[in-house]
């Protein structure tokens, strides 16, 4: 079992970017495959971007293409995601997760989650 742990959300204008970091601890982290996902009030948990255990490959959301870039520094246990250009539609918990095997963009497939980080973007 791992645990995680989101950091970096905070209230920015539009325009701005931002940085999340996601520490893991527990065994084998960087066997993981693992997901960024957000939450905004009343609607339901979205995948956002995603990479593979190696760093190889990654993936984004359409909506998130070319505004958003995933990391991974398994030395330190580290799952990134930089944002850019943020919109007030980008206000939401940021949540970390992990799953064997490959990515996916489902959110049933992640076996772990952190507790999520707030990202506020005020316009």
């Known amino acids: 079992q791992i645990q995680l742990v989101e950091s970096g959300g905070r209230l920015v204008q539009t325009g701005d970017s931002l940085n999340l970091s996601c520490v893991g601890t527990?065994?084998?982290?960087?066997?993981?495959?693992m997901g960024w996902f957000r939450q905004a009030p009343g609607k339901e948990r979205v995948f956002v971007a995603a990479?593979?255990?190696?760093?190889?490959?990654?993936y984004a959301a359409d909506s998130m293409k070319g505004r958003v870039t995933i990391s991974r520094d398994n030395a330190a246990n580290t799952v990134y995601l930089q944002m850019t250009s943020l919109k007030p539609e980008d206000t939401a918990v940021y949540y970390c997760?992990?799953?064997?095997?490959?990515?996916?963009?489902?959110?049933?497939?992640?076996?772990?989650w952190g507790q999520g980080t707030q990202v506020t973007v005020s316009s």
């Open positions: 997760a992990a799953k064997s095997g490959g990515v996916s963009w489902n959110t049933y497939t992640y076996d772990y």
């Open positions: 527990g065994p084998d982290f960087n066997r993981y495959s």
């Open positions: 990479i593979t255990w190696s760093g190889s490959r990654t």
